[in-house]
């Protein structure tokens, strides 16, 4: 006779068959028959959060950083509704994230029971898939389907919602069934040959081309053919900001990053191409500025996995749609060596000095390369969202593939110390910097205290301007200086550290930031170091929100 | 060019599956003027139609889009004039007794017949495309009108194209 298990065990199960290793989650009432079965599960390393905003953001920092689902856990109600931001931001940035949430029993469901809410309903237009388990017989193989569907093709989140007395129903267990059901849409690549030659004949016949490479690069692992196709055909790469750290910083043919805060020759380079080969990426609009007037000249290549994006910002020559990897590889057999020296010279006449925004005290410059430097760039940075995030982006020279974490699409502030604790359960050894403002640090702070009971050594640095920078930035350039609601007053970064028992720092000056980062580094465990930045600093340059990329504003003196 | 298009789905019958893709049209900002459900011939499968108003990238794009999502088994789009399209209506009518013969002049001339003859109104049933209903409902209005019930419009592509052709023959 076969073995009887609960529905928890099935779930625990089925998560141990889908490779799982960690979960970040948070109990409550109607997860609790899960939370029951789950010690009978030793794979199964719980971490318990603090919020379960968090919870999901670890998650989506584990899948990042991995390559693999991350999964969160919550309870129904307000549980499964503090997911909602985490998810969101997965499905901005096309993240394998699974979230668990408990649900009422289902003689309750429609009763507005206590700590009811329909999280189905209200994740609808964020989750790739989700699905209500109704019965414990379709547990396993729910939980199959929406591991299948989060990682296949496009990634993105998934949500399985499991009535309470679904958990604690009976059943025989008959072992893992991977079947996908009846859904028979091809996810295979489908571009055909005379698109691929196509395209090629136009990345030979080209004098003035560019790759811009998205986060379809990362996640399809095509780091060593976009890098082929760069140096055999000699285009200078650009890289998208959830496209950092796809192509090494290092490399002469890496330009830097486009768009609403990229550098003057990279958006200029853009606006002057004969032709752009788009890499797994959307066309975003803080990419590109104004539509109408982005890249006239440029007749546009797009690879992409997911059909509906070709064509959706940007008109395209070709569009072909599949797997980045595979595509370039094809298109790699199709094209001989060339070199573009003519136009990478005329790109490098157009780089501008750097305009120093930093008038004094505490640049960021400074302190990402000495974190660079102690790290001895073996670490991985997860920044959050704002100035510095910009800063981060633009200023760490990044050498190793997908080193650079970032809510991209949503930019949900909050995101990068929760988002870091993931990372670090995906690359135990080694050094995570989770970098945010001060503004986003305080969104979240409260996971240091996960941290300590779970021992992640996340290395948190602050970046503090005593302002919600980006948004004072927008206020000085277009509202006038009218400075509303942006100065913000932060706690005693040093002693909140001490009142977690984890060490901190409070920078100043340049001549304290290596002794402080050291310090965090040689820390067996989290540290916290605070830097005083200038107050008022601004990320240069900037195109002004619908503006096109040849109207950058360059220096404080165009803001008066 | 923006004329009206008809973008087909078919997807699993549960409700579920069919809030997912109206959630899709809304989500997407798509320029909706009818929809209709129904069953087909497939068990467990139901055929959506959306009537929308639009370019053609923009109808192939709610197709791809449509078709990421679990539970649809297929979707495809065509400019309504390349098909069929018809639409029923129940118009609830009163008309004084000396008027009823004016009437029934007007439902036989559009191909229309009454359903229910009440003694205070009547029910006329008239199919059509969706111009032709709604002449047919201005001739109406020369009497009481005074509820409409409208099925929204169910298309077909003309020729052998076959919108569930994907799917194979086992679901």
Redesign the interface.
């Known amino acids: 006779m076969a073995e009887q298990l609960t529905g928890s065990q099935v779930l625990c199960r089925a998560l141990l068959e889908e490779g799982v290793d960690v979960l970040f989650g948070y109990p409550g009432g109607a997860i609790m028959p899960f939370y029951h079965a789950l010690p009978e599960y030793p794979g199964l390393r719980h971490v318990l959060v603090r919020h379960e905003q968090a919870a999901a953001h670890a998650a989506d920092g584990y899948a990042r950083a991995s390559g693999r689902p991350g999964v969160c856990v919550a309870t129904s109600g307000p549980g499964a509704t503090n997911l909602v931001t985490g998810i969101a931001t997965a499905h901005m940035d096309n993240t394998p994230l699974v979230a668990i949430t408990g649900q009422v029993p289902r003689a309750m469901i429609g009763r507005d029971a206590f700590q009811e809410t329909d999280i189905?309903?209200i994740t609808?237009?964020i989750t790739?898939?989700s699905r209500?388990v109704e019965d414990v017989e379709e547990l396993a193989e729910a939980v199959h389907e929406v591991f299948a569907?989060a990682r296949e093709g496009r990634p993105g989140p998934v949500l399985l919602d499991v009535p309470k007395d679904v958990q604690n129903q009976k059943t025989e267990w008959n072992g893992g069934t991977v079947e996908r059901g009846?859904?028979?849409?091809s996810h295979l690549p489908s571009f055909n040959r005379f698109a691929l030659a196509e395209a090629a004949r136009l990345i030979s016949r080209a004098e003035r081309p560019l790759i811009m490479a998205g986060h379809g690069v990362i996640l399809s692992d095509a780091y060593a053919e976009l890098r082929e196709l760069a140096e055999r055909t000699g285009t200078p790469v650009i890289t998208t900001l959830l496209g950092i750290s796809a192509f090494p910083e290092s490399h002469p043919l890496h330009l830097g990053m486009p768009g609403m805060h990229g550098e003057v020759h990279v958006n200029r380079a853009i606006q002057q191409a004969d032709l752009i080969v788009g890499v797994g990426l959307r066309f975003d609009d803080r990419v590109t500025g104004n539509l109408a007037a982005f890249a006239r000249g440029a007749k546009v290549i797009h690879i992409e996995l997911?059909?509906?994006e070709i064509?959706?910002n940007v008109p395209v020559a070709v569009g072909l749609v599949g797997d980045a990897r595979a595509i370039l590889r094809e298109l790699l057999e199709a094209l001989a060596p060339r070199h573009c020296d003519g136009w990478r010279a005329e790109i490098e006449s157009f780089v501008r000095p750097r305009v120093e925004s930093f008038k004094g005290g505490l640049a960021p410059e400074g302190i990402l390369g000495a974190i660079e430097d102690a790290s001895r760039g073996r670490c991985t940075v997860v920044s959050d969202v704002g100035q510095h995030q910009m800063w981060v982006a633009k200023l760490f020279r990044y050498q190793r593939p997908n080193t650079h974490i970032t809510s991209g699409g949503l930019g949900t502030m909050g995101f990068a110390v929760p988002a870091a604790m993931g990372v670090v359960m995906a690359r135990p050894g080694e050094p995570v910097w989770a970098i945010s403002g001060d503004g986003g640090f305080q969104m979240n702070m409260q996971e240091i205290a996960t941290m300590v009971q779970e021992r992640i050594p996340v290395k948190m640095a602050i970046f503090n301007n005593g302002y919600l920078g980006m948004v004072r930035q927008w206020q000085q350039f277009f509202h006038g200086r009218r400075y509303s609601a942006t100065p913000i007053w932060s706690p005693d970064y040093v002693a909140l550290a001490q009142a977690y028992g984890i060490p901190g720092w409070r920078v100043e000056h340049g001549a304290q930031v290596d002794d402080a980062l050291r310090g965090a580094l040689d820390h067996d465990g989290p540290a916290l170091i605070e830097f005083l930045i200038e107050q008022e600093a601004n990320v240069f340059p900037m195109i002004p929100p619908g503006a096109s990329l040849s109207e950058p504003i360059e220096s404080e003196a165009v803001t008066a | 060019m923006i004329i009206a298009r008809a973008v087909t789905v078919l997807l699993e019958d549960r409700l579920i599956t069919f809030t997912r893709a109206v959630g899709l049209l809304r989500r997407r900002n798509l320029p909706v003027r009818s929809l209709a459900v129904g069953p087909t011939v497939t068990p467990g499968v139901s055929r959506l139609t959306i009537m929308i108003q639009s370019d053609e990238a923009t109808a192939e794009r709610a197709v791809q889009q449509l078709q990421k999502l679990v539970g649809v088994r297929a979707a495809a789009a065509f400019p309504a004039r390349d098909g069929v399209t018809r639409e029923l209506a129940l118009v609830k009518v009163r008309a004084g007794g000396e008027r009823y013969g004016e009437l029934l002049d007007v439902v036989q001339l559009y191909h229309a017949s009454v359903v229910d003859d009440s003694p205070e109104a009547i029910i006329v049933e008239l199919t059509g495309s969706e111009a032709f209903v709604l002449s047919c409902i201005r001739a109406l209005e020369r009497f009481e009108v005074l509820e409409v019930a409208r099925s929204g419009a169910v298309a077909l592509e003309l020729g052998l194209t076959d919108a569930g052709a994907a799917v194979p023959a086992n679901i």
């Open positions: 189905i309903g609808q237009p790739k898939h209500l569907v009846n859904d028979q849409r997911d059909a509906s064509g959706k």
